[in-house]
């Protein structure tokens, strides 16, 4: 996945506005992995404490999309710093 498609995607899952052009691609991407991991935790907590099925299984698919990302933004990161 191209860098500006996973930024595009990831910031509106998270409803970022992409406004800092003067940030490098690596930082941002940094910074976005830190939100997504910020999030991540907090759907965990949120997933605890809902008795609620079908709340639960919103969260559950929320929290795999949440890792996916992660996991390709971190692959993208890898391959950045071996550069």
Not at 32 to 54: H, Q, S, Y
Not at 58 to 69: C, I, M, S, T
């Amino acid at each position: 996945m191209k860098i500006k498609k996973f930024f595009k995607r990831t910031q509106e899952n998270l409803g970022l506005n992409p406004s800092d052009e003067d940030i490098s691609k690596k930082k941002k991407l940094i910074l976005l992995l830190d939100k997504l991991n910020a999030n991540l935790v907090l759907i965990k907590k949120e997933l605890l404490d809902t008795p609620n099925d079908e709340k639960r299984e919103e969260l559950e698919e929320e929290l795999l999309v949440y890792k996916l990302q992660i996991k390709k933004g971190q692959k993208i990161l890898d391959k950045k710093n071996e550069k």
